[in-house]
């Protein structure tokens, strides 16, 4: 059978005119929308009120300080005592009960919870904790009206500082809304650990330090002055030894299609900076003994043009909020990690509405996952949980992002994130934080914009 040569382009050509169309033909969110937000939603674009059946509370502004927390002397960078120390579980889900509660877990969860007897989710009363800054609300209302993705998808346009979509008409524009959502303002700097853990438990701590300086989300920052930067980010491992001086920096720009990531990393073997385009997608994480993938940070970074991305809606899940249990200066590492998965007892689960996104290979793209279902917190779009699928489309690996409120910003973030191999039994814990001096320093004052750049890199890995 002969093949129509011109088929193929003008197919091709059809696929992604219909592409463009797409994305270009969603209606722009209108100023009756924008005038919801701070009303009938919250400044970030989620329901203000609670749910019909009480157990999810409505948003009353979140934690706004330490004070607000109930520790009015807390000392910023320190680890945070627990707003709801006192609390105790509702009820707890097991490998027994799940049918009870399978309208509200992911097929994740489910698969945890079958695969592991030893693995359970803690369920206590839900608190809509999430808060930021008032200057991030006012910018996000700003750049709801004029924030648009480009025309492939893989960047947006007209957009600064604030939330870009907090009223999302697709997919992309939700994971969008991830990848932009605030965490620092300032430069800040984190020691942390991570471990790659066996299925019997053993593991060897990896010891890095990540800083980072926000271009996007400056006090200054224009449409005209951010020179297509999101961040600028280092992250040098300080131990073990046979890891030890290796310094990776990236520069992460808003519109892909325009200018792709910028890495770079110094060797120490080598003694020498070189370009490392090989950090994005499905390459291996930093030290990740193969456990994650560079897209895998923030639980999803960088370029989303390799999948088609629907929005499903959103839903009602369980899922890891307000882990300051899990964030506790008063626990060891040994305390939390566990062969197969974290120290269930130290891990608590919350009732949430979340916007559920469904990624799907594009055909002709590579990536170890075929498909992933992402959960993306409705009042921080922090993704929460992530099911990942492998190329037979069977459930693969199940990530969750443990979160606290950073309040003496504030900020709703990470202490902890975990990704866990179903097939293997292993798993990976990243951001660990309780035996170290401090959880993050929001204002370093030894740190400016010059330390995030190809000749501090240089200088890095020299010391």
Not at 260 to 280: F, L, S
């Amino acid at each position: 059978m002969k093949t129509n040569k011109n088929l193929i382009p003008a197919t091709l050509g059809l696929a992604l005119a219909l592409s463009f169309a797409s994305l270009s033909s969603m209606a722009e969110i209108s100023a009756k929308e924008i005038a919801q937000l701070g009303v009938t939603l919250t400044p970030l674009g989620g329901e203000m009120a609670g749910n019909t059946e009480g157990t999810i509370p409505a948003w009353e502004g979140g934690i706004r300080s330490a004070a607000d927390a109930g520790y009015p002397d807390f000392t910023p960078g320190g680890h945070h005592p627990d707003p709801y120390a006192k609390e105790t579980p509702l009820f707890t889900i097991s490998g027994q009960n799940i049918a009870q509660h399978a309208d509200k877990l992911t097929p994740g969860q489910q698969a945890m919870l079958k695969t592991y007897p030893g693995f359970r989710m803690k369920i206590y009363p839900s608190h809509r904790s999430a808060a930021y800054p008032q200057g991030f609300y006012d910018a996000t209302r700003k750049t709801a009206a004029t924030a648009k993705l480009n025309k492939t998808g893989n960047g947006v346009n007209g957009a600064v500082r604030g939330l870009p979509f907090p009223i999302p008409k697709n997919g992309l524009e939700a994971i969008w809304n991830h990848i932009l959502r605030y965490r620092l303002e300032t430069i800040g700097i984190r020691n942390i650990g991570q471990a790659p853990v066996l299925r019997n438990g053993d593991f060897t701590l990896v010891k890095i330090e990540d800083s980072g300086v926000p271009i996007y989300h400056r006090s200054d920052a224009t449409i005209d002055n951010v020179d297509n930067l999101i961040i600028k980010f280092k992250q040098k491992v300080l131990a073990p030894p046979r890891l030890a001086g290796s310094v990776l920096l990236v520069h992460d720009t808003l519109d892909q299609s325009r200018e792709p990531r910028k890495a770079w990393i110094y060797n120490p073997g080598q003694r020498r900076v070189r370009r490392a385009p090989n950090v994005a997608f499905d390459n291996p994480a930093t030290a990740s003994d193969g456990l994650s993938t560079h897209d895998q940070y923030d639980i999803y970074n960088g370029s989303p043009e390799r999948y088609h991305w629907k929005l499903l809606g959103k839903r009602e899940i369980y899922v890891p909020y307000n882990a300051y249990r899990l964030h506790s200066n008063k626990l060891k590492y040994t305390d939390i990690i566990r062969p197969l998965h974290l120290n269930p007892e130290h891990l608590r689960y919350e009732l949430h509405r979340v916007w559920a996104v469904e990624a799907t290979l594009k055909e002709g793209m590579r990536h170890i996952y075929k498909r992933r279902t992402f959960y993306l917190d409705e009042d921080s779009w922090q993704i929460m949980h992530v099911d990942q699928y492998d190329n037979r489309d069977q459930l693969w690996r199940v990530s969750e992002a443990h979160v606290i409120n950073y309040y003496e910003m504030p900020v709703l973030w990470t202490t902890l994130e975990v990704h866990y191999d179903l097939q293997s039994g292993r798993y990976i814990a990243f951001g660990l934080n309780n035996e170290e001096d401090f959880t993050v320093n929001f204002s370093p004052v030894h740190l400016s914009e010059s330390d995030f750049s190809i000749a501090a890199l240089r200088r890095d890995g020299k010391r």
